[in-house]
């Protein structure tokens, strides 16, 4: 846990402590006895000195939208609240100022195949044709698909090239009042070719009946990702040392997804690419994404997992009074697998499914001090029971 959340920090997908912590990953996975492989993708580092606002002398805090590209633009402002606004404005070689409902949730990145609703992918159309020099956008808080962070970016995306900053709902009330003004926007953004990886380790006979263990290994630029995820990746190293000895009729499968935080979930496709013809041969995922949290329960949540499947998960619960049979949700790798047919356990803590405002996700706040190792041990524990008695 020192080392992903402290000592390496940040390590968004492309990043030295990305780079860092994978070869952690893989050299532990190795010791222990486990075969293991990189799957090397395409990424993109991207790194920002700042940005700066102005009208009329008149400066208002922005702040670099992640994997944007810089610019140095000085045109009129135009504003848009609304699809409606967005569809009739005039916005050529324009500053646009989105705020109001139509900045009320981020937008998915333009590539994100597992969900974009429609109308997101409608703004960013509009966006794109609109021939806009820049966009400045004013926005609140969405824990459910922004995390913790105030202001939240609403656009994300390394494949959106029209330079962007954000600020908070109330910079975004007195920079309303210069509709029609020229504002000047500097802002200084670099994207960074790189590579990145998943690693894998498998151990047990044969690939036809895989149980696939799944934590995704980077953070949020700016977020030390203690509880999103280096919790996860610890629980599977803890695994990995309790199933060394493992020599049943099945393949246990350990995978550090590299992207699930990241905009276009490189190593996610990987894996996809890699496995496309054999999710038919995984009997289960088991997803591990924000557990230890240090107040409440872990919560264990299934997706179309067999009765007696459920039932032997279910017996294991009961031996932890710290683990719960937990709701639903969609938002991590598990839905990777559902998606294919895969029976999947989902785990995480319960104070952040029954807490969607919170403000520690992604920020810089997620840091080691969140974390009950007790709980990390025994998820360690209860799988380990679990995976055996499958």
């Known amino acids: 846990m020192k080392a992903l959340s402290s000592h390496i920090g940040e390590r968004p997908v492309g990043s030295e402590g990305n780079r860092k912590a994978t070869e952690m990953f893989r050299e532990e996975l190795s010791f222990l006895g486990w075969n293991t492989q990189a799957q090397e993708f395409d990424a993109i580092d991207w790194k920002e000195d700042g940005a700066e606002l102005s009208v009329n002398g008149e400066s208002f805090e922005v702040f670099v ?12 402002i135009a504003e848009a609240e609304s699809l409606e606004h967005l569809e009739n404005g005039d916005f050529k070689d324009k500053i646009i100022f989105l ?30 044709n609109s021939g806009a020099k820049a966009i400045v956008c004013a926005t609140g808080k969405n824990a459910s698909l922004a995390g913790g962070i105030y202001p939240f970016p609403l656009i994300e995306d390394g494949d959106f090239d029209i330079p962007s900053v954000y600020m908070t709902e109330e910079e975004g009330l007195k920079f309303l009042q210069n509709i029609g003004k020229k504002a ?14 998943n ?8 690939d036809k009946k895989r149980i696939v263990i799944t934590a995704h290994i980077d953070s949020k630029k700016g977020s030390p990702g203690a509880i999103d995820n280096a919790t996860g990746i610890v629980i599977q190293l803890l695994l990995a040392e309790w199933l060394k000895d493992y020599s049943g009729d099945k393949q246990i499968e350990i995978v550090a997804l590299n992207g699930e935080d990241y905009y276009s ?59 719960v049979e937990g709701p639903q949700w969609p938002q991590g790798d598990h839905s990777i697998f559902v998606q294919n047919g895969v029976p999947a356990l989902a785990i995480t803590s319960k104070w952040l499914l029954d807490n969607h405002d919170q403000d520690i996700t992604h920020t810089e706040k997620d840091n080691i001090s969140n974390v009950d190792f007790s709980q990390l041990v025994d998820v360690s524990l209860a799988l380990n029971s679990f995976i055996r008695s499958i």
């Open 199 to 206: 690693i894998t380790g498998k151990i047990g006979e044969s």
């Open 184 to 197: 000047t926007l500097i802002s200084n953004s670099e994207r960074i070719p790189a590579k990145a990886f």
């Open 265 to 323: 979930v490189p190593g996610q496709m990987k894996y996809i690419e890699t496995n496309k013809d054999s999710f038919d041969n995984i009997l289960l995922n088991i997803n591990i994404d924000g557990p230890g949290y240090k107040a409440g329960e872990t919560a264990f949540s299934f997706f179309n997992i067999y009765e007696e499947m459920h039932e032997k998960a279910l017996k294991v619960i009961r031996e932890f009074s710290g683990i």
């Open 99 to 128: 705020h109001g409902e139509i900045a009320k949730e981020q937008l998915m990145p333009k590539n994100f195949v597992f969900y974009n609703p429609d109308h997101h992918r409608k703004i960013v159309s509009l966006l794109e």
């Open 65 to 76: 939208s992640p994997y944007s590209l810089g610019c140095s633009v000085k045109a009129p």
